[in-house]
């Protein structure tokens, strides 16, 4: 295999020098699939909050990591090749744009932004790079995702005219939990939908093979209002889509599913001409009476995190692709953008109108 340059500058060093900034509840769980990649160190830390950098630090002990409080100064650092962003969604597209541009390879969190411009910003500079960029969302880096995504494109189910899918919990996210003093600001999250079912929303375009081109939907904070004080994310909505191929999907998120009743938690079923795929125990049944319903990937265990982290890793060594590039992250995050502003504006919103061209 051909190296690129990037590759071979890497390669010729022998380690990477990996860099977190934000070790909050994420960036410290990623960071020990960090430590588990052969040839790769952590070499910087960036938070704000000295008690998490600490923590990380003495986590990561192994590398003896420099820390910074002011990620400019990390950016900064000639030691760092590869960059992993993961502190509230607001701060993703400055942080990601300044890294790539400082030579750095980019991990960033999903989401890739929480408004339309300013992922069209990072778009530009990402492929204006040669530096590698991945998008945290680590759906993609399943195999068995991948292969029942692969068969439905190969038409087992015949054309897919349509998708429901879903992400219920029982509960709120922990009103004094860790992320709490952002995460329940829609101006700093995106609110729930970008922050968290951007993760399921691209998992639906994966199996769509498509985008969306409309939405309409409603929803709002439901039950939790104003609870925590001050909190501006909805904790229930429900959204329609229409792809450009002419999928029609139908997406919830709530966070009242009752304890106990069924059909809580996530799931994905696609609807085909010829028969109806449950995605998540990757089984195709036929439509057609008495046919056998069909297993189309076993269900082991994976760990989605540990595989995406080396999938980066991967493409920054070695050449390989990466799992989730910046278009799947810019669709992702403008997908969930859009179903998000339709509730908001109780009006149905277009592609068109989130004015980024992918
Ligand atoms: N891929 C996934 O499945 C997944 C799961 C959870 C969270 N996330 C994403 O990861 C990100 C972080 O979420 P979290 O749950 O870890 O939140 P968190 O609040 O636990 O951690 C964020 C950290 O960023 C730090 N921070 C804030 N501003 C900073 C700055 N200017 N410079 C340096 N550090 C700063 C905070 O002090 C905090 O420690 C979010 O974007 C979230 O959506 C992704």
Redesign the pocket.
């Known amino acids: 295999m051909m190296l690129t340059p990037v590759a071979l500058a890497v390669q010729a060093q022998q380690t990477v020098g990996a860099a977190m900034?934000?070790?909050?509840?994420?960036?410290a769980y990623v960071m020990r699939s960090v430590m588990e990649q052969p040839g790769v160190r952590v070499v910087a830390l960036?938070?704000?909050?000295p008690d998490?950098l600490d923590k990380a630090a003495s986590t990561a002990a192994r590398d003896n990591p420099k820390t910074y409080r002011q990620?400019r100064d990390l950016l900064a650092d000639k030691n760092v090749q590869a960059v992993h962003i993961?502190?509230?969604?607001d701060?993703?597209v400055e942080m990601a744009i300044a890294a790539l541009k400082a030579g750095k390879h980019v991990y960033c969190?999903?989401?890739a932004g929480i408004d339309a411009a300013s992922i069209g910003e990072l778009v530009k500079v990402a492929r204006s790079t040669n530096r590698v960029f991945q998008i945290?969302?680590?759906m993609r880096s399943s195999k068995k995702l991948a292969t029942v995504a692969q068969r439905i494109r190969d038409g087992i189910c015949g054309k897919v005219v349509m998708i429901k899918a879903q992400r219920h919990a029982s509960d709120d996210l922990a009103h004094d939990g860790?992320?709490a003093?952002?995460f329940f600001d829609r101006k700093r999250s995106g609110d729930v939908i970008v922050?968290m079912a951007v993760?399921n929303l691209d998992a639906c375009n994966w199996l769509a093979g498509s985008r969306p081109e409309m939405a309409a939907g409603f929803g709002g904070t439901l039950i939790w209002a104003n609870d925590p004080p001050g909190r501006t994310n909805m904790d229930g909505y429900c959204l329609s889509y229409e792809y450009a191929n002419g999928v029609k999907m139908s997406f919830t998120q709530v966070f009242f599913h009752a304890r106990g009743m069924p059909g809580n938690g996530q799931y994905f079923y696609v609807y085909g001409t010829n028969g109806s795929v449950d995605v998540d125990q990757a089984i195709y049944y036929p439509r057609a009476k008495d046919a056998k319903p069909e297993k189309l990937a076993e269900n082991v265990r994976e760990n989605l995190d540990l595989a995406h982290v080396t999938a980066f890793y991967e493409a920054i060594t070695a050449n390989k692709p990466v799992a989730a590039d910046i278009t799947i992250g810019a669709t992702g995050a403008l997908t969930a953008i859009m179903g998000r502003e339709a509730i908001y504006r109780k009006k149905m919103m277009t592609w068109k109108e989130l004015g980024v061209n992918l």
Request: aromatic share 6%.
């Open positions: 900034i934000g070790v909050g509840n994420r960036g960036c938070d704000i909050k998490r990620w993961s502190t509230p969604c701060l993703h969190e999903k989401p945290g969302q680590q860790p992320s003093d952002w922050e993760h």
